[in-house]
């Protein structure tokens, strides 16, 4: 379980999950956005036409099916948002596995301001819980081989990085962050460039020595050519059966990395990181996600 | 299918379906964010290492499965976003269904700024449309009755108009927007107000006259109680069974509108439309959404 | 005498007026651009000059003519925005009424960050005091019916809130915040629409359930088709005389709220809130407001 | 009339009155940020729901009293933000002096475009109208003598900078645009800092060569003294009377400018005109306006 | 050595050194700008990956070679932004002259909040302490004279108000710190208003009284006409050689002030500044600065 | 010389010099951002009080020394911010060599315009000149040996992407763009890490699979260590001398890319490039810019 409790917004700080921080702006951003359009002009009208202004109330939020937990700081920061002074307790951590009824964290303080947070607070927690649930699974299936499961750039607009946070929080690692970070010469990048060999040539000649160059290809002849530039960092084999990767793994025999894609789904993980792949990215991590269901209860 | 096509970057005005538009700014801003996040500082370092600047092509944007389209304006927008000059052909408008591999749009001109868009236009489209389907399915599934099928405001921070236009697309209506547009008064409410009565007029008392009231019950002593005070302009029936469901509505009378709330999968929606509640919200409408695979194909 | 003192730079909540709470970051931001257009690129270039960077100053501000007060928060976050350090005590609440002479607010601590905020602070607490002491001279002319005065979407560019906010303070109610909280179906409206009843079906169709409708009439043969249709919640008798007015209160009979518009001064207001309407709204409440004289005197 | 039509979305240039120029950044923000406080999240619903996507109209503002004109542009432009091939023509322009019934512009195009943009553009065109119409009356009541009449930095906030272009289209002058154009050293800089020799000494000495230094001074022995540094090159004389200011005119004697301030209105600003002070600055232009009624009409 | 140490992150006050003041919004604005570009997604990944969460170090900024400091306090806020528990100590103030190897300040804390922002803090204190050190060259070249050295708007883009700054630490004083503080009328300017009488009652008429005119000439015969108009308050002497410089301020005699420029380098300084003129303007303080070298150093 | 004209501010697309494309979005906030510090509230007070507003001018930039060209296009653009209308004719393409007196530009239009513009146009193609003839001369100087000249992180503060832009356009190559697109292990990380092995192995298991790892060293017993780890993909030799340097090259033996960093001048940079290093990296590329000495002068 996470030890630092430095995200508070009178910190300029960063929220911190193992070795992957999100940048305390881009989560103070976040929330701020997702306030604003529950809020309109004037915030929680019926709270305010209802609730006593002084009014004081303690909640408990608590997983009510298993999974596995993230983003429940973006949710303790979404309340320290409408009321610093409001009183906080996380009993879990991101990364945390849990079990239905799980009590998560517990806000005690002004009823108003808790009232105003919640949606969104529970909004980003179950989202999130969501996509580290998913990967947890992905994970457990693929079994006892070395390959990672990694997440792509098909996440939800606007949501990248909480997402490629939560990934990591269910024990997945991430591929490209965006498309600058890393070099991905896909099929049209290559029958523009007019094949793989220019291709990577063109792509050595004019990126930095501190980025890494990763090509996709779908047939083992493809990937001899790959093999022979020497340019290559990874190679991404695309919808291959696993006969066919393992045949490349072979091939390959460690010059460069190799990463399986396409067609993973629970059934399939097992089979392909068998193969002996370094890598296995899935798209549905983060594309296609169930929220894990979080509610909130005021306590008498 | 729509007529208009006047969504494009020298021009302030709409995205439109039916009669619920989107701000402009609202959807460019949401564009921008997420070519944002996906560029970093350099944007597709990718294409500009291996496509040279002036390469020509033409993509196609195709369903691969089937479903109801909702966001396709904001993937044309992407593109356009990108470079102003492409060329770009809708086939479908969105509210529209189809099947997989129906095309939905054709994009030609400059490959790299194709490229770059590429991913963001389909993470749009493809959510966009996943909530659209889901909410058709539901509604389809509700049968011949009344009731309308509402989403919530469990919605994805940050897109909470465009997955409230995907609900439109997808045939349903919306509840709230957020927390200003209406009142809305919830158990914890009554509970630190002191009840239905003073909750009720404390809020009647509070906001002004253009804004509706609506409160959350769970029995149907509750209910004689809402209905006494001739307050609320609307009461949602929370978890009731389909029996109690039908005694509230008998009671109501048409004095005030009957939501159904909790429990709508669909397999039950049927059943809770045919107790003649008039409206029924879902969550699961946008919290938990499979996106509908939609993808780009190059043209030779 | 509000007790609330929870406005203040390191605690994100909001400035409360009895139950019309102002955003924090709104005002905020209303107050960081009011003072970044008087700073320009240095700030206060005559303090910086001629003040020693430690002086120390106390001052008052002091009503100069009678008035209700409204905007003193805001004036005090002005001043806690160039230094939070400055001891400031309210003698007064928004909302009250006070006499020429009446002292509002002390400020104490350095003297280049009072010299700095002084005509911020006074700008908005002039005007909005301006706008509230108008409100409450038109609630107390109209007597005591049952007419609730409200002000109107004529407000400045920038400072719709705040202004209904001190419309509040003054006793006022508020009519629709902007466009989109509630459907107002005018002249031209129907005009375009092809009548009433078409206007009004058109209305009922596309908005959510949550949403209030209003039509905007003139005559009472328009009046009798607005009531037949039995879908507007409040009907705006537009420019009628009182003998009309009194006509459409005794046909309308309770069935929606009746309010009126167009030629309410201080001298016809009571005549027609005699008439029995629910409401009258009053756009110079907001757009033609004379600043309450409040000023600023440093003690020695 | 100005010739120039510059002023639309897609060019970037400025709003031009005499040699007054606005940039277009700070208009576009002005406006951008109005209709954003008035369509909340969904805009114009009632047009939404009632009027024909693809309706069009013709409609004219126009003056409904006398007065003096400013801020047209502006109004033009919030159409343009809405609809950028809305067709308008402009029949007068800022700093004219129209009477009731004057036509001041007319605008064609889609419906909903116009009406969504109509309650923004009047509240900017009516107010900046009221406040050139103050001036003009202002600066006619002075009468024929070298005296320019100012404004002050008591503006509204947010709309310094078009209030004052309001002023020059009225035929006034500007002082000080903030606190940094310019010194202005008033009486509790003098009592902070020592005298008024310490105080114009200490200016003198840290503001760079390219700015102007006041004082503010109220009686003919603190003028001596300002003369006798010879470092002013303006000072305001507050509060005196015409007596006073006659003496000091003589005393000053074109050394430097003479500013007569405090208590100007309507009835006494000829006399004071006439004592040959060189400039009169009256908060009133910008503190205290009464929007100019200019309405909208449909054309059938 | 400056007293004040008000510059801290919880505390919305300003930078000061001697009598200019860099808002801190400014200032903060310019951190956060460069930090992110500095950071971009993810921030520093090698400290995230290598450095545990929790580890302490201590840092000292020293000067590597002599000079003048300017921008200690920004590098001081850099720090602070990353973490506002780091423990900080100056042990120099901006303005001061320093010799190799002297300690500029001490910082204690979080060893990745350090490392992140190192690059950043360095930045900005060896480029202001460049500019600061070469103005201090200029104004000792310059001599016992009564010239002032000023800086011009050939500044770094985006950094106009902080170099001005660091000219002031280093001992000069700035001309205009923009286009809109005071006039200044250059050939082109004169050219195309038809002669340097017209453009000065030009400007005379259409700016306010606050406003400094300053008119650009080259030879004696244009200075006669510029002393004839009485209009302009300073003149500057462009590209004139000393000779002329020396005629031109005799024919001047006081009645504006005197201001050469062009061509001056720390070898001419001293005979321009001898030939009695006011002012001398270098565009090389800012447009052209070696970074003064300042480390950071790890404490075992 | 670049064909693509394809900047413009109707067209969001993107500075091109090779295959290094600058962000249109980031090349606007820049220039906007530039702008908005010159003009302050009104802009080029000069000008509007001076210049009539239709009059015309035609205006040459050309270089006044000899050198390297970059930012040409962010001149051109910043001229077509304030007046789209400008006619611009590039003479010159960023990466082309220069002598003092070619004609770069020609820009004609708006006088006002041009003039509102010049300075910052000159500023930004000044120093962007002056880091690119600085690249040039250290790429010229480095011989003809393999090693590519690498700018760093020392950037001016908000310019870091339009600097290393310039770098490339004079020949030289880039290392890590932030700190987030790569690793780069540096002492102190190795110290607190507990040494060479522990670091890359932490840093190996959190980052992701397409992120390269560089470590700095300054001993060969490092160096040794860092070979055997077989984890880095970069060493960085750090102050070597080049008998070191030539030893390291030898021992790495194309396994890893070898960096020389520290001490890099004109005069010692062949002998650098000699040892048979990869990459030589130096600072001063963009810490110590003198600006290309670049004019503007006006056609009769």
């Given at each position: ?292 269901d979080i509610g909130l209860d005021f306590k008498a």
């Open positions: 379980m996470l030890k630092n409790t430095n995200l508070h917004a009178d910190k300029p700080c960063l929220i911190t999950g193992q070795s992957f921080q999100l940048p305390e702006k881009l989560v103070q951003d976040l929330i701020d956005n997702a306030l604003r359009e529950d809020f309109g002009r004037m915030g929680d009208i019926t709270s305010q036409s209802v609730i006593p202004e002084d009014a004081i109330a303690t909640v408990v939020m608590a997983a009510r099916e298993d999974g596995v937990i993230a983003g429940l700081r973006i949710a303790e920061q979404t309340f320290k948002t409408l009321d610093r002074d409001l009183d906080i307790t996380l009993h879990i951590a991101d990364g945390e596995t849990v079990t239905a009824g799980t009590e998560l964290m517990t806000v005690s303080g002004n009823a108003r301001a808790i009232l105003m947070a919640e949606r969104v607070a529970l909004n980003f927690a179950g989202r999130l819980s969501g996509v580290a649930s998913k990967t947890a699974e992905m994970v457990q299936a693929a079994g006892a081989h070395k390959a990672t499961i990694c997440s792509t750039r098909k996440t939800t607009p606007g949501l990248r990085m909480v997402e490629k946070y939560a990934v990591r929080m269910g024990g997945g690692m991430n591929h490209r962050l965006g498309l600058d970070d890393a070099v991905l010469i896909k099929d049209n990048h290559i029958a523009i460039a007019g094949g793989i060999v220019p291709a990577l040539e063109s792509a050595k000649q004019n990126v930095g020595h501190m980025v890494k160059i990763e090509i996709e290809i779908d047939t083992l002849a493809q990937l001899e050519e790959v093999i022979a530039t020497g340019i290559a960092d990874v190679v991404m084999l695309d919808n291959m059966n696993c006969d066919d990767l393992r045949t490349a793994v072979n091939m390959i025999d460690g010059r460069l990395l190799a990463e399986a894609s396409g067609g993973v789904t629970l059934k399939t993980v097992a089979d392909i990181a068998a193969t002996g792949v370094d890598l296995i990215s899935v798209g549905a991590l983060t594309h296609s996600v169930t929220c894990l």
